[in-house]
């Protein structure tokens, strides 16, 4: 498998961002362009608790041409082709409301292309409906009311779940409303108690997936929700 050299962290991911906008302008000159941030990324460069991302998944309003630039930029500069991923929008976690919701994070190019980012709320529902127990879904919704609340902006479950359905146009599954209707009831020291152990724990069945599919076991986009269901409910069973 290929290693890339330089991965997206906090500290050099404006960097990149900004190598990249002077990449769009030399190609498609002043063409205006918005990058809407999702994610893994979103988080990354709004919170303290996330170091580093795989990429960004982006919503992007700008030139065609743009997809291009992406991937040249990719490839010029070692990153993964999928550094910034425009295939999100073909995801659950998509919404045609998120850019109504998201927020200007900085303008580049002469303010011809703006990156916008979504946060919050917005986020935390976002990780509601993927809820996957081998990604980080769960610890990064704790660790967003953790941050949040330490700067004075305490989420009550009835907000999450506004902001749910303003992005989704339904309810949360029960079991999900289940989940989140505790987490919000705890402080946040039971917050940072838990994220350590929510962490841990998904990085545990995430871990097993990856073995399982070394062993040869048949693991896809259809069957992975399960798999790592059953995995969990055997981790439970032993503790």
């Not at 990064?140 to 989420?155: C, P, Q, V």
């Amino acid at each position: 498998m290929m290693q890339y050299k330089e991965k997206i962290t906090r500290e050099n991911a404006m960097d990149i961002i900004r190598r990249f906008a002077k990449e769009y302008r030399k190609t498609l000159g002043k063409a205006p362009a918005e990058i809407i941030i999702v994610g893994g990324g979103s988080i990354m460069l709004n919170y303290r608790f996330r170091d580093f991302t795989q990429g960004f998944d982006v919503i992007l309003r700008a030139a065609s041409g743009i997809k291009d630039v992406i991937k040249r930029f990719a490839d010029d500069n070692n990153l993964s082709r999928d550094w910034m991923n425009t295939d999100f929008v073909k995801t659950a976690s998509y919404s045609n409301v998120l850019a109504e919701v998201s927020r200007h994070y900085c303008w580049l190019n002469n303010k011809t292309l703006e990156i916008r980012t979504v946060s919050g709320i917005y986020l935390i529902a976002m990780k509601m409906i993927a809820h996957r127990d081998y990604r980080n879904d769960i610890s990064d919704a704790i660790g967003i009311l953790i941050e949040e609340a330490e700067a004075g902006n305490h989420f009550s479950y009835g907000e999450i779940e506004a902001a749910y359905q303003k992005l989704y146009h339904d309810a949360p599954t029960p079991k999900t409303q289940e989940q989140f209707r505790k987490l919000c009831a705890k402080s946040v020291e039971e917050l940072k108690n838990l994220y350590d152990s929510q962490k841990d724990t998904e990085s545990l069945v995430g871990n097993q997936l990856i073995s399982y599919i070394e062993d040869g076991v048949k693991i896809n986009t259809k069957n992975v929700t399960d798999v790592a269901a059953r995995i969990r409910e055997k981790m439970n069973q032993n503790q």
